[in-house]
T-cell receptor
């Protein structure tokens, strides 16, 4: 099956710092999605990417769909305490299934 | 903004009992999904559902599991005889289409099997 490697597993940063996390896949995806999950809640969509090479921003968040279609990264600029949470990448191939990465736990120290 | 709603938020059941987890997807969405997240682990695909039938399922979704859309708004996941290892957060999701349509998730049902 499709495997997603997400890194880093966790990050501890100071408020105001920039953050970068990425995902790589063993197979090609047609869609990359980035979600954030707060404790006790469901994943909330942050950014959706649909084309290889696409670079999309949502406020302080920027994500890119890799040219090879096997990778994606998410950057958060000027982090704030409410950025704390688990960030998941997710990819979708030609079928219905969305495959999730294992998540990046982000801690922001004020 | 429309959202996916799930009930109950927490379900405690004894091993061997049947449970039904309920979801109301976003009203104009056509594709429905169940995902599972064991504590501290990643979100795992269980099943997708379209046009009143299962379109894809994972190896986790064995004969103990079933899904149903009993009316025009609800989408349910039934676990026939729960096991301890079924304890997890179960997330329902919906999308307006496949391909470029992102999934929108509910807040989940925490299932605890004792």
């Amino acid at each position: 099956g499709q495997q997603l490697n997400q890194s880093p597993q966790s990050m501890f940063i100071q408020e105001g710092e920039d953050v970068s996390m990425n995902c790589t896949s063993s197979s090609i995806f047609n869609t990359w999605l980035w979600y954030k999950q707060d404790p006790g809640e469901g994943p909330v969509l942050l950014i959706a990417l649909y084309k290889a090479g696409e670079l999309t921003s949502n406020g302080r968040l920027t994500a890119q769909f890799g040219i090879t279609r096997k990778d994606s990264f998410l950057n958060i600029s000027a982090s704030i305490p409410s950025d704390v949470g688990i960030y998941f990448c997710a990819g979708r191939g030609s079928n219905y299934k969305l495959t999730f990465g294992k998540g990046t736990l982000l801690t922001v120290n004020p | 903004e429309p959202e996916v709603t799930q009930t109950p938020s927490h379900q405690v059941t004894q091993m061997g009992q049947e449970v039904i987890l309920r979801c109301v997807p976003i009203s104009n969405h056509l594709y429905f999904y169940w995902y599972r997240q064991i504590l501290g682990q990643k979100v795992e695909f269980l099943v997708s559902f379209y046009n009143n039938e299962i379109s894809e399922k994972s190896e986790i979704f064995d004969d103990q599991f079933s899904v149903e859309r009993p009316d025009g708004s609800n989408f349910t996941l039934k676990i026939r005889s729960t096991k301890l290892e079924d304890s997890a957060m179960y997330f329902c999701a919906s999308s307006s289409g496949t391909g470029p349509s992102p999934l929108h998730f509910g807040n989940g049902t925490r299932l605890t099997v004792t």
